[in-house]
């Protein structure tokens, strides 16, 4: 649980949810949220993994094969 204090005795409501939405990014809150939010069985979570490796590869391999042919 985060808890956010004043620091200063006149520190405006604006500055001191700016803090706290800084914070909130900082210790990544809500991708945790996000990602709690349903249940993935670890094989689905494998094959995406898998799936979005092998997107990344030929991605890199479509760029190499483009800086290949521009020579």
Do not use: C, W
Not at 42 to 47: A, R
Request: no cysteine; proline share 1%; glycine share 2%.
């Amino acid at each position: 649980m985060m808890k956010i204090n004043r620091k200063h005795k006149g520190e405006s409501f604006e500055s001191l949810m700016k803090r706290f939405r800084k914070s909130v990014e900082k210790s990544d809150i809500l991708n945790e949220v996000k990602a709690r939010e349903h249940y993935i069985k670890p094989s689905t979570t494998k094959k995406l993994s898998r799936e979005i490796a092998k997107k990344r590869e030929k991605k890199r391999r479509d760029e190499q094969s483009l800086k290949r042919s521009r020579r």
